[in-house]
């Protein structure tokens, strides 16, 4: 086993924020589960990961319930299930020791936020010499407002005002900043069809 799918943050708790209803893959569950089935097929360990901020009081504190893998997410009890309160899935977890372990090499990352917690465990994992597969079409994001927007904004103020970032550009400048300097950039499909040549 050398190879390791890591499913970063595909957790209720952003379906239980406004922000939800503009989501860039509203059905990131559907294509997390296909990489889910590619990585059992082949035999390669499957690592989920939650993020947690306990005592914040918000839809990322456990102590609200939402801390949890989306209900269409399809976990084997075998497959490790950690926690971090960091940005990225090594720093505050023992994801590295679960990988060294094991002998992996390669990683597979999917997730929620694409340009965040996803793209920053990438760099990292990149930075300690992991190969990265990232699999954009399996990751998701929301809009992001400029730097001076007022705090609070509600959903429809974010997508009115001209200075927010969409999804679609946060996504594309994520692949850019990735591909060839810390991962190779891949969708579902191209895994799967690579994964029948290898068969």
Same mark, same amino acid.
């Given at each position: 086993m050398t190879r390791a799918l890591i499913v970063i943050d595909v957790q209720e708790s952003f379906r239980a924020r406004p922000l939800w209803e503009t989501i860039s893959n509203p059905k990131i569950a559907d294509q997390v589960n296909r990489l889910a089935r590619l990585a059992r097929e082949a035999g390669d360990l499957i690592v989920? #990961?939650?993020h947690s901020e306990?005592?914040?009081?918000?839809?990322f504190d456990p102590a609200l319930g939402h801390v949890r893998l989306m209900e269409e997410l399809q976990r084997h009890d075998t497959e490790p299930l950690i926690h971090k309160t960091s940005h990225? !899935?090594? %720093? +505050? +977890?023992n994801l590295q020791q679960l990988l060294t372990e094991r002998g992996v090499r390669e990683l597979t990352v999917c997730g929620i936020r694409t340009e965040q917690? #996803?793209?920053t465990t990438t760099r990292v994992a990149s930075d300690f010499g992991y190969q990265v597969t990232f699999v954009t079409d !399996? %990751? !998701?994001t929301n809009p992001l407002a400029h730097p001076d927007a007022p705090a609070g904004q509600s959903v429809a103020e974010l997508l009115s005002d001209p200075r927010t970032l969409s999804a679609e550009e946060i996504i594309r400048r994520t692949e850019y900043a990735l591909a060839g300097r810390f991962a190779t950039i891949a969708t579902v499909g191209q895994l799967e069809a690579a994964g029948e040549s290898r068969a």
């Open positions: 989920w #990961v939650l306990p005592g914040s009081g918000d839809v990225n !899935a090594f %720093t +505050t +977890t917690c #996803v793209e !399996a %990751t !998701a």
